[in-house]
């Protein structure tokens, strides 16, 4: 190739992508072929290169919207607690998340309610709780499963 040092990065890029194509070429070479020939493999190949580096950029474009697209969807969808019905949801990983939280709290107000009636008292650190904290603790974990069970179903019905 030329002596010459390419000036830009694109250009120094095409000049490593000829000799590339060059390199393969001549590592293909048949006895009896020409240098004329090989320059011809050459090009082909240097084609070939480049088509596919295009076809990768392509592609990479493509995937790169199409994240974007799914990253906005589902910024939309945590944001809006009861979106409008023209709005698209995506299925989304928050309603066994919110399923799942809910159970656990229905299961803490269960065992508050236990403790309560069975008048089991607990210490900590010295300090005994009393059974009414048991049910109050029992009427918060209630209200607050309820309350994770309700935004489960409003998305459910509306995705």
């Not at 830009?8 to 070479?29: C, M």
């Not at 399923?99 to 005994?128: D, K, T």
Request: charged share 20%; glycine share 6%.
């Amino acid at each position: 190739m030329s002596q010459k040092k390419p000036e830009s990065f694109s250009q120094q890029a095409e000049l490593r992508q000829q000799e590339e194509a060059l390199r393969v070429a001549n590592s293909i070479q048949v006895p009896g072929q020409t240098k004329e020939q090989t320059r011809q493999i050459a090009k082909g190949i240097e084609k070939g290169i480049a088509l596919y580096k295009q076809q990768q950029k392509a592609k990479a474009r493509e995937r790169d919207r199409a994240r974007k697209k799914g990253s906005n969807q589902h910024h939309v969808q945590i944001s809006q607690v009861e979106p409008s019905a023209d709005d698209e949801i995506v299925a989304s990983p928050v309603l066994p998340a919110l399923s799942m939280v809910g159970g656990i709290f229905s299961l803490a107000s269960f065992f508050h309610l236990l403790c309560y009636f069975l008048g089991w008292r607990f210490v900590f650190e010295g300090f005994e709780i009393p059974t009414s904290w048991s049910l109050a603790a029992a009427l918060l974990a209630a209200c607050l499963s309820g309350w994770l069970f309700r935004v489960a179903q409003i998305y459910k019905a509306k995705g």
